[in-house]
């Protein structure tokens, strides 16, 4: 996940609120070093290195995590895919600052990646993949699946109040804080410039709610006058082109890590399909064109952005 996690608890007893805390960011440290691509030891990577040639058994919890990443997938008509990774290194981004890749890389890296490619096998917990190159990239839900789980915690332990997140860019309420309705996030107006001044695109009203947000610019790189950004359409081998972020509001940090990506895929022609597949989702989607940016929002209250 290689990003940073905090938390604000509330309640009378300190010292149980500590305790709760720690073992909630214990958590996320146990699941980075099970979901993450660059830890050698962790299941994810043992998968990567040798699924291609013989099914891996996997501790249940990552198989049902895979589980749902395979759901997700279909139902976000593959703009959601945990297979991505060939992709990802052929443009540079993964550890770098990307490039420009060339047809024939492109071509290379896609024929690597799908769900399909993907074989688990439920009765023992092992996967399979069908061809060399295949390699599994959580960092679109492993986030959200971390978050999640350290909430499971703090509930079980007893917070009732409660505010963590994940690189700033998955949130999960718990409760409301003292003496507040629900607590207040604030979403910023998407700039190319990361020197520009903040503006505020819309404040967010969360309780016992998962919002996660994805973006394009912050990492990107450009070439030719054109921005070509991190997140990448599995289906197509290109970056997605003309949104620059995505929202999604639901119970589950996991299902909103996945479908945000999903939705900053798929844009504004793919806002009724993403948002209709839960009950009570709230979505925005910010698209750009020509320097001008233009908002969708469905259950969000927003201002008019100021590009």
């Known amino acids: 996940m290689a990003t940073r996690f905090e938390l604000v608890l509330h309640g ?47 501790t249940p919890e990552v198989f049902a995590l895979l589980q749902h990443a395979q759901r997700l997938h279909a139902e976000s008509g593959g703009a959601f895919d945990i297979t991505v990774a060939p992709l990802v290194r052929c443009w540079g981004f993964m550890g770098g600052a990307g490039h420009l890749a060339r047809p024939e890389e492109v071509a290379e890296a896609r024929a690597k990646v799908g769900m399909g ?96 947000v994805s973006g394009v610019w912050g990492h990107c790189f450009e070439d030719g006058g054109r921005t070509f950004g991190h997140i990448l359409d599995p289906r197509t081998g290109e970056p997605a082109l003309g949104t620059v972020l995505a929202a999604v509001i639901l119970p589950s940090a996991t299902e909103t890590d996945a479908l945000s990506t999903a939705l900053l895929t798929l844009g504004s022609a793919g806002h009724g399909t993403i948002s209709a597949l839960r009950p009570g989702m709230r979505t925005l989607v910010v698209s750009e064109s020509g320097g001008k940016l233009s908002v969708e929002a469905r259950g969000i209250t927003t201002r008019p952005p100021a590009g």
Do not use: C
């Open 117 to 212: 490619l993907v074989r688990l096998n439920a009765e023992e917990f092992t996967v399979q993949f069908a061809r060399d190159g295949v390699m599994l990239d959580l960092g679109a839900i492993g986030k959200g699946y971390a978050v999640e789980r350290a909430a499971e915690a703090l509930r079980e332990a007893g917070v009732v109040s409660a505010l963590l997140h994940g690189g700033t860019s998955t949130v999960q309420a718990i409760g409301q804080p003292p003496g507040e309705e629900f607590w207040k996030i604030a979403i910023e107006t998407p700039s190319p410039s990361p020197d520009a001044p903040p503006a505020l695109l819309a404040t967010v009203p969360l309780k016992d709610e998962a919002m996660s």
């Open 12 to 58: 009378r007893n300190p010292a149980a609120l500590r305790a709760a805390g720690e073992e909630a960011l214990r958590m996320v440290e146990e699941l980075e070093s099970r979901l993450s691509l660059f830890r050698p030891g962790s299941e994810i990577a043992r998968l990567n290195a040798r699924a291609a040639r013989e099914p891996v058994r996997i």
